[in-house]
């Protein structure tokens, strides 16, 4: 089945650690798409990538850095430098334009 | 981040009530989405609109994309306990980037069986 898909599910994280966030999409989409969520909360954007090899920072990109070296996949690495990491972060993609975004089921962090 | 003003925060229904929510903006929007989120899951695409005064229909639910073009609604008829979660709606504006959604922070729903 095409989707998206974002591992792990769960993940902690200790103080002063980096962890990175898997997301893959099989949907062909050129676009993808990082968001933040706490809790009673909207959607953040974080990052955004439009082509391979680019991307640009969205509303909250301090603490945290992405990669686009395949069209499928768009890692998100939590960085130390992030304070408060704990949330719950989704991946998405669409395709160009004025089109509609697909999230995949997100990723919980937490910290330790 | 620019934000849409969705109403209500929160709501309380009786089983087969009807409901409406809607969004509104100070920009002009290309296209209006409305995305439904359960509880630990990604927000799940419900209908787009495209054009000013568009209606669309998906099974018990209707929206639609003001005329304009600042303002959309979403009403779900005779809902069920399934219903439950929270709905978003979200645009892209003809301003600047619209590459980039602009997002309304969510109307929470509550359907007493």
């Known amino acids: 089945d095409g989707g998206i898909t974002q591992s792990p599910k769960y993940l902690f994280r200790k103080e002063g650690q980096n962890v990175t966030l898997s997301c893959e999409q099989n949907?062909?989409?050129?676009?993808m798409y990082w968001y933040r969520q706490d809790p009673g909360q909207g959607l953040r954007l974080i990052y955004y990538?439009?082509?391979?090899?680019?991307?640009q920072k969205g509303d909250i990109a301090e603490g945290y850095s992405v990669s686009r070296e395949k069209k499928e996949s768009f890692p998100l690495t939590v960085t130390s430098a992030q304070k408060n990491p704990t949330a719950f972060y989704l991946c998405?993609?669409?395709?160009?334009?004025?089109?509609?975004?697909?999230f995949g089921d997100g990723t919980r962090l937490s910290i330790l | 981040g620019q934000q849409l003003n969705q109403s209500p925060q929160s709501m309380f229904i009786q089983e087969g009530e009807d409901v409406s929510m809607n969004c509104t903006s100070s920009?002009?929007?290309?296209?209006w989405l409305w995305y439904k989120q359960d509880p630990g899951e990604g927000p799940v695409l419900l209908i787009a609109?495209?054009?000013a005064g568009e209606l669309t229909s998906n099974g018990r639910l209707t929206a639609q994309f003001g005329i304009t073009r600042k303002d959309s609604f979403l009403n779900i008829s005779a809902s069920i306990p399934s219903d439950v979660g929270i709905y978003f709606c979200?645009?892209?504006?003809?301003?600047?980037?619209?590459?980039?959604?602009?997002w309304g922070l969510g109307t929470s729903l509550a359907v007493n069986p």
């Open positions: 998405a993609s669409s395709l160009w334009g004025d089109q509609p975004q697909h």
């Open positions: 949907l062909n989409h050129d676009a």
């Open positions: 990538s439009q082509i391979v090899n680019d991307f």
């Open positions: 920009s002009i929007f290309n296209t």
């Open positions: 609109l495209y054009k």
């Open positions: 979200a645009g892209h504006t003809t301003a600047g980037n619209n590459r980039k959604l602009i």
